[in-house]
T-cell receptor, first 112, second 117 residues
Framework: AQSVAQPEDQVNVAEGNPLTVKCTYS??????LFWYVQYPNRGLQFLLK??????LVKGSYGFEAEFNKSQTSFHLKKPSALVSDSALYFC??????????FGGGTRVLVKP | EPEVTQTPSHQVTQMGQEVILRCVPI?????FYWYRQILGQKVEFLVS????????KSEIFDDQFSVERPDGSNFTLKIRSTKLEDSAMYFC???????????????FGPGTRLLVL
């Protein structure tokens, strides 16, 4: 069975400060890892994914994520957060089959 | 940029009624999915569909649920006899064909919020 944990329900950060959203996973076999963002009344928007290769993956809107196999983590990062980054962030893993397994989501609040 | 679209955005129905949720996947995609998110809970996989048949389904996807691709553009989820616990946001997603399908990104629609009274 595959699972994803996002240990923080909410992350508060001041605008301009670094933002980190944590994600750990548990799978059998090689994981394919994804981050999605959900703005109010919108669907899930793809941010980035790790398939293979470099452990640091760059995605949309200045976000990046680092795959750490030994710690089974895939934390999302942004060097300088914007107020417009305030949203709900989901980490997801795909190992066997077609389905994505999602974490519980982390609400990010960026204060001016 | 192509997007997955879903209709309706909101649906209110009475318990025991049938509902059909509609999705138009991205045009060159061949894998289609339904997920749901009960308020305050995780996004959960329901079913995946490829080549006119279900390729995978979860325990949630019981006999009350069915999916169909009635024409070349629509992908539907039918709930035959809705229950209160079916109230959720339902997301459709699609991905393009690939020999390594697990690598392909699933693109999600905006969702249909279903409320069963």
């Amino acid at each position: 069975a595959q699972s994803v944990a996002q240990p923080e329900d909410q992350v508060n950060v001041a605008e301009g400060n670094p933002l980190t959203v944590k994600c750990t996973y548990s799978v059998s076999g090689n994981p394919y890892l994804f981050w999605y963002v959900q703005y109010p009344n919108r669907g899930l928007q793809f941010l980035l994914k790790y398939i293979t290769g470099d452990n640091l993956v760059k995605g949309s809107y200045g976000f990046e994520a680092e795959f750490n196999k030994s710690q089974t983590s895939f934390h999302l990062k942004k060097p300088s957060a914007l107020v417009s980054d305030s949203a709900l962030y989901f980490c997801a893993v795909r190992a066997a089959g077609n389905k994505l397994t999602f974490g519980g989501g982390t609400r990010v609040l960026v204060k001016p | 940029e192509p997007e997955v679209t879903q209709t309706p955005s909101h649906q209110v129905t009475q318990m025991g009624q049938e509902v059909i949720l509609r999705c138009v996947p991205i045009s060159n995609h061949l894998y289609f999915y339904w997920y749901r998110q009960i308020l305050g809970q995780k996004v959960e996989f329901l079913v995946s569909f490829y080549n006119n048949e279900i390729s995978e389904k979860s325990e949630i996807f019981d006999d009350q649920f069915s999916v169909e691709r009635p024409d070349g553009s629509n992908f539907t989820l039918k709930i035959r006899s809705t229950k209160l616990e079916d109230s959720a946001m339902y997301f459709c997603a699609s991905s393009r064909p690939s020999g390594q399908n697990r690598q392909e990104t699933q693109y999600f629609g905006p969702g249909t919020r279903l409320l069963v009274l």
